[in-house]
């Protein structure tokens, strides 16, 4: 046993205080940048730099390594060094109102002309209704109404002397102009017309038709004179507005002379203005109920305004967006509406509102995968517009509606954007696999590591990294010894003694908390013990069903025997993980074997307890028995095995040499050490191979023994594969050094059985037999008298039914 014990030296690699040239960790310049994702930082460099169509970018690893702090940092480096994209915004299209014109200005010119259209529209309110109300415009106004008034006296006047030249009288009543006869100059009322003789009412009568016939010449030409004046009022108030709005258009123009796009939007402007002159004229309230006033009509002076929709003008380089919550509305943008009268909902270009895309457009754009994939619509919405190179706004409910309202449709704006986006490896091949277009639009993935080397330069990295983290969030510095217990820790974590955890957010928080501790005894540094009290207090917080198993244990309800010896029986390993914590436990593991051609059953997996991998382990069972056994001769046995007071599902090939050895020890019948634990998968050639959670597995027995009895006897056989694995606490290391607690390593499954049952394993001679004492002797002679008597039992039944079948 002693030549396969592990010394205390190796069961953890320690750090030293010696190793570092600083006292505390405020000596040290803090960290910049990623550190240990030299693949990851190749990559995203790589990504952030190409040109090429295609080619974002999609960020894997796990959560805590610090992918999206690291992403942001390394993209708003290089974007700095970027030329700041341009402005846009949406104006109103005068020949398609439905569809808003975008217009492309360079940086911090939007606002710029967002101010001056609306200095042009204060001013037009302003300077136009006094125009139009000036001295001068009533004089031509009123000159054009007297010119129209006195042309339209002579008519009237001409019409009135051939009327009394005929004996007749012109008057106007409400219901419109009349012509009455008259006898000296007095009109003639019906009964005074009955009692004239016949000849005399029908002269009255041609003579009464004439009239009314220059009555409606007069009236069509007094028409033509109204339309005429009305015409020259307009032309009038015309040449007035122009007079006032085009000077001050010219003046913009001056000014935008090199954007075309907006030259030609002035131009459209202006015709509006001088077409809608009314608007600017001052607005009177109708009342259509008592107390109740709306406007005579809305104002279209709207039309006029810029909705600046993306504004680069405070940007330094590159924008970097980071979108919380990608909605398809937040990454394309909305259309939102106001409430106007009775319940109805308008909206206009001014309130169309700028998505991420539109942002970070001529940048970068950083998004969570999962919380794209969570919103409906979100996924689609940015994979068109990155495979259409625009972005197109539109109303997701109109998929939804049975009777669709029209809306406004605002042109596409060209895009020209790196995303990033962050996930799991999970959700990148589940994307890679199913989603055909995903691999032709995120060409590069940067995939962060869990795990660093352990070297010289990650250790400084590390002692940086906490300096950083120190100043940053003001906790106290950490003096020589307590980083090294901080490294201690990242090398638990990565469960490796040359490797180091990138999971810097673990590390954090038991800084953080270590800070913590140091507060509450006033002390000035943190120390080494205050990250021992912040490791411990993590773990009481979480232990809570770790110990009710130790107790559980302890007082015999979970049977595990951790002294004397028994045959077919062997105490395995599991590890349980529960949220953030993990701990290993013991199980009682057991075999038989008898006479029968049933070969090996798996007790787990006929009651579909075992997953996949843990029935692969053990067929591999029957592979090594009939390699090892069964090479010149038939084995015929059967055997079951099973993992007792187990009734959740098993899984994973760690416990396979446990099952192999207690199945040895049954057809051996040399009893098993039961205070030794055994962990680790063995292959068909017996190899033993590395497990997973040795630490916590090799601590779980530890504290199982220390909860019922430590004898100085007790121990865990593990791979020997895993020897560089072993990062163990403490109190653990203390008690090997003590004698009280021992670790074997072993490559075999030779070697491990002559540490459970003290008797040799054996090796075949020349002829293919074994040495007689040793284990796999007892075992090949097990296996042959098994064989025998199922031959023997086999061959008395076979004659008792055929005298059966003869009688």
């Given at each position: ?339 106007y009268q009775y319940g109805a909902m308008i909206t206009d270009f001014t309130m169309i509102k700028a998505g991420a895309l539109h942002k970070a457009n001529g940048g970068y754009l950083i998004l969570q995968t999962l919380d794209v994939l969570k919103n409906y619509f979100a996924w689609e919405t940015l994979k068109r517009a990155i495979k259409n190179k625009e972005i197109v706004i539109e109303d997701l409910n109109e998929q939804f509606r ?342 074997w390593a072993v490559k075999t499954i030779d070697e491990g059985i002559e540490i459970l049952t003290g008797t040799p394993a054996g090796t075949k001679d020349e002829k293919g037999n074994y040495p007689a004492g040793t284990v796999n002797y007892l075992v090949s002679k097990k296996l042959e008298k098994l064989t025998k008597n199922y031959l023997k039992y086999q061959k008395i039944t076979e004659s008792s039914k055929r005298r059966e079948k003869?009688?």
């Amino acid at each position: 046993m002693k030549k396969y014990e592990i010394s205390p030296e190796r069961l953890k690699k320690e750090c030293t205080p010696k190793d570092f040239e600083f006292n505390t960790t405020a000596d040290i310049v803090p960290l910049e940048g990623i550190i240990g994702q030299e693949r990851a930082k190749k990559s995203l460099e790589f990504g952030l730099r190409i040109k090429s169509n295609g080619y974002n970018i999609f960020v894997t690893g796990i959560s805590g390594t610090g992918r999206t702090t690291s992403v942001e940092q390394t993209v708003r480096k290089i974007a700095k060094s970027q030329p700041i994209p341009d402005d846009w915004c949406y104006l109103y299209n005068f020949s398609n109102p439905d569809t808003p014109t975008a217009l492309r200005l360079p940086k911090g010119k939007a606002v710029i002309f967002k101010k001056d259209m609306s200095a042009l529209i204060n001013e037009l309110q302003t300077e136009l209704p006094k125009k139009l109300e000036s001295q001068l415009y009533e004089e031509h106004k009123n000159k054009i109404i007297k010119e129209f008034q006195n042309k339209r006296d002579e008519l009237f006047e001409e019409l009135e002397n051939t009327a009394k030249v005929s004996n007749f009288q012109i008057k106007k009543t409400p219901s419109g102009i009349v012509i009455i006869p008259t006898i000296e100059g007095k009109p003639l009322e019906d009964e005074d017309i009955e009692k004239l003789t016949a000849e005399a009412k029908e002269d009255i009568k041609k003579k009464q038709e004439i009239l009314y016939e220059k009555l409606n010449l007069v009236s069509r030409e007094v028409r033509k004179l109204e339309k005429t004046a009305q015409q020259k009022l307009s032309e009038l108030e015309t040449e007035t507005a122009k007079y006032t709005i085009e000077p001050r258009i010219e003046e913009l123009k001056e000014k935008y002379k090199t954007f075309p796009s907006v030259l030609k939007y002035l131009d459209d402007v202006q015709k509006d203005m001088i077409d809608n002159i009314d608007d600017f004229k001052e607005k009177k309230e109708v009342e259509i109920l008592p107390g109740v006033k709306l406007p005579e009509r809305l104002s279209s002076l709207f039309k006029y305004q810029v909705n600046v929709f993306v504004d680069n003008s405070k940007t330094q380089g590159a924008p970097v967006i980071k979108e919380p919550n990608p909605t398809s509305y937040n990454l394309s943008g909305k259309i939102e509406y106001r409430p106007y009268q009775y319940g109805a909902m308008i909206t206009d270009f001014t309130m169309i509102k700028a998505g991420a895309l539109h942002k970070a457009n001529g940048g970068y754009l950083i998004l969570q995968t999962l919380d794209v994939l969570k919103n409906y619509f979100a996924w689609e919405t940015l994979k068109r517009a990155i495979k259409n190179k625009e972005i197109v706004i539109e109303d997701l409910n109109e998929q939804f509606r049975l009777i669709n309202t029209s809306t406004l449709k605002p042109e596409p704006i060209p895009l020209d954007v790196k995303i990033l986006l962050i996930g799991s490896p999970f959700l990148f091949y589940l994307l890679f696999d199913y989603d055909e277009d995903f691999r032709k639009l995120f060409k590069v993935r940067a995939d962060f590591s869990t795990l660093m080397d352990r070297d010289r330069k990650s250790i400084l990295n590390y002692a940086a990294f906490i300096s950083k983290l120190c100043k940053e969030e003001g906790l106290k510095q950490l003096d020589r010894e307590a980083v090294c217990r901080i490294i201690e820790f990242g090398s638990r974590i990565a469960s490796h003694q040359n490797k180091l955890t990138t999971r810097f957010i673990e590390i954090a928080d038991i800084i953080r908390e270590a800070n913590f501790w140091a507060i509450s005894e006033n002390s000035e540094t943190v120390q080494k013990k205050h990250v021992d009290i912040a490791l411990e207090e993590k773990i009481f917080r979480s232990n809570l069903i770790e110990k009710r198993i130790e107790e559980l244990i302890r007082e015999g309800t979970i049977m595990v025997d951790t002294e004397g010896e028994t045959v077919g029986q062997v105490n395995g390993l599991a590890v349980f993980t529960l949220g953030d914590y993990s701990f290993g436990k013991p199980s009682r593991i057991t075999a038989r074997v008898y006479i029968g051609r049933g070969g090996m059953i798996n007790i787990e997996r006929e009651v579909k307890l075992s997953g996949a991998i843990h029935n692969k382990g053990f067929l591999i069972l029957t592979g090594y028995i009939g390699e090892k056994y069964g090479d010149n001769k038939p084995s015929v046995f059967s055997a079951s095995i099973c993992f007792e007071q187990m009734y959740e599902e098993i899984d994973g090939d760690s416990a396979s040499s446990t099952e192999l050895y207690a199945l040895l020890s049954a057809l051996s019948g040399l009893p098993v050490k039961q205070g030794i634990a055994v962990t680790g998968s063995v292959n068909q050639k017996g190899e033993v191979q590395a497990i997973g959670g040795v630490n916590e597995k090799i601590e779980g027995f530890y504290y199982t023994c220390k909860a019922k009895n430590i004898t100085g006897e007790q121990g865990v056989i593990i791979p020997e594969s895993n020897l560089k694995h072993l990062m163990l606490k403490d109190e653990v290391i203390e008690a090997v050094k003590q004698g009280k607690f021992h670790i074997w390593a072993v490559k075999t499954i030779d070697e491990g059985i002559e540490i459970l049952t003290g008797t040799p394993a054996g090796t075949k001679d020349e002829k293919g037999n074994y040495p007689a004492g040793t284990v796999n002797y007892l075992v090949s002679k097990k296996l042959e008298k098994l064989t025998k008597n199922y031959l023997k039992y086999q061959k008395i039944t076979e004659s008792s039914k055929r005298r059966e079948k003869k009688s």
